[in-house]
């Protein structure tokens, strides 16, 4: 997954909101959101087993991207869709030094964390409020993270509960000039959707959480050539 934002108890009616883009290549073997045996509400990675972002029922939730930096990936390292999946079973943290860079956000009944293995293992808790996340330093979003962090701004202030307002979000194709730091994606990669017959958007997720933890996951996926080509939406409950 490339970029995401979440919204975080910070609206009355929403307890959580997600809004997330997953880029992969689109010959990666994926499977489509489902329920897990274990619990797991997600997608799969059927290359390596884990998953980009997954919940459960105990009021769990974790969304992980890579983060780019110079020398990385490194080939044998293991993958990171696992850090998911010990999150949402509740299993010990694995060693950071055995991952590529990522930055994985997780959500429980004990509040919000951005977790990173770069430059140095840490956690922090996350603020309630908007929180927006992509491939580069998670203090320094790019352009797209803060594109989609707007819109998900926007769409809680007018008061919607129609997620259609949050995949168009998903689903903006926009150019976006030059990072500034020039550390950021390139002209082709910018957009918050990438359409790319190699490497593209492979799918839209949009979580919505109310007070009442009553919740909806919708998986909106993409063909090679960026076209909807499969949705599944679950319910669930939280605590």
């Not at 958007?201 to 919505?208: A, F, I, K, P």
Request: proline letters at 8%; hydrophobic letters at 40%; one cysteine or more.
């Amino acid at each position: 997954m490339c970029v995401a934002a979440l919204s975080w108890a910070a609206h009355p009616r929403w307890r959580l909101v997600v809004t997330a883009n997953r880029d992969e290549f689109h010959a990666r073997p994926t499977a489509p959101l489902a329920r897990w045996d274990n619990g797991v509400i997600a997608g799969r990675d059927l290359e390596a087993g884990g998953t980009w972002l997954g919940l459960n029922e105990a009021g769990r939730l974790a969304l992980v991207t890579n983060f780019r930096l110079p020398g990385y990936p490194k080939p044998g390292l293991a993958s990171r869709g696992g850090l998911v999946v010990d999150w949402l079973l509740d299993r010990p943290d694995p060693d950071g030094a055995r991952l590529n860079p990522f930055h994985l956000l997780r959500i429980g009944p004990g509040g919000a964390s951005h977790v990173t293995n770069q430059p140095q293992a840490g956690s922090q808790a996350l603020a309630q409020g908007l929180h927006g996340v992509s491939n580069g330093h998670f203090d320094q979003p790019w352009q797209k993270t803060q594109r989609l962090t707007g819109a998900l701004g926007d769409w809680l202030t007018a008061g919607s509960d129609d997620p259609a307002g949050l995949f168009a979000a998903l689903a903006d194709e926009t150019e976006l000039p030059p990072e500034v730091d020039s550390e950021g994606p390139t002209s082709p990669f910018s957009p918050v959707f990438i359409r790319n017959a190699t490497y593209g958007t492979r799918c839209s997720t949009v979580v919505l959480v109310d007070a009442a933890g009553h919740g909806t996951i919708i998986e909106r996926r993409f063909s090679a050539d960026g076209e909807k080509c499969g949705e599944t939406a679950l319910e669930f409950l939280w605590p």
